[in-house]
């Protein structure tokens, strides 16, 4: 089992539409959990950032993190062609152990 | 969020030839900054981690007299890719860890191309 299992679609949605992108993770020691936002041939850009459980709400993103079932979400409302890219989860122990384990990513399309 | 910024946005090389890729973070002063490499529709891979002022830590697999890493100051790290081969293309990036939140802001990353 990987430790950190991400579907990596492709998603294709409609502009408008709400996307859940989600993570399963098998580490329990994980406590720093992210999301990172990559265009074709760029860097990731980090979209949110989330310390143990509970939702972190930024604009027209949503995180959540339900750590009793290594779970980890993030909502995208009134999707934009925009958001169309590529969606990391990545997680870390936190403290000494910031190295981080991504998922492989899903592709999003949004079409207009 | 932290701005990391990357030089050159893209190489191409002969094979055999060295190829210095610059890391640099604008505003906060970075002690432990990240190489990573991306193949297409691939998620990163944690090439090495670089301190500042000491020698960088390898992941396993991962040829440390291939792949150079200099981190001399608080806001540059620098990866020599030495004797480059064809199988070295690559996208590389590099990232930031800022201390306060234990979060990596990445550079806009380098594609290498060796011929």
């Known amino acids: 089992q990987k430790e950190v299992e991400q579907d990596p679609g492709p998603l294709s949605v409609p502009e408008g539409a709400i996307v859940s992108l989600n993570c399963t993770y098998s580490?329990?020691?994980?406590?720093?959990f992210m999301w990172y936002r990559q265009y074709s041939r760029k860097g990731p850009e980090l979209l949110m950032y989330?310390?143990?459980?509970g939702n972190k709400e930024d604009g027209r993103f949503t995180a959540q993190v339900d750590k009793s079932s290594k779970y980890i979400s993030l909502f995208i409302r009134d999707s934009q062609p925009s958001d169309s890219a590529t969606y990391l989860c990545?997680?870390?122990?936190?403290?000494?152990?910031?190295?981080?384990?991504f998922g492989k990513g899903t592709l999003l399309t949004v079409n207009p | 969020g932290a701005v990391v910024s990357q030089h050159p946005s893209w190489v191409i090389c002969k094979s055999g030839t060295s190829v210095k890729i610059e890391c640099r973070s604008l505003?906060?002063?970075?002690?432990?900054m990240f190489w990573y490499r991306q193949f297409p529709k691939q998620s990163l891979m944690l090439m090495a981690t670089?301190?500042?002022?000491?020698?960088?830590?390898?992941e396993q697999g991962v040829e440390k007299d291939k792949f150079l890493i200099n981190h001399a100051s608080l806001t540059l790290s620098t990866l020599t890719v030495t004797s480059a081969h064809p199988e070295d293309s690559s996208f590389y990036i590099c990232?930031?860890?800022?201390?306060?939140?234990?979060?990596?802001?990445f550079g806009p990353g380098t594609r290498l191309t060796v011929l």
């Open positions: 580490n329990s020691a994980f406590q720093y």
């Open positions: 989330t310390y143990s459980s």
């Open positions: 670089s301190n500042e002022g000491s020698k960088a830590t390898y």
């Open positions: 505003d906060f002063q970075a002690t432990t």
């Open positions: 990545a997680m870390s122990g936190g403290g000494s152990n910031y190295k981080l384990t």
């Open positions: 990232s930031s860890l800022a201390g306060a939140t234990d979060t990596q802001y």
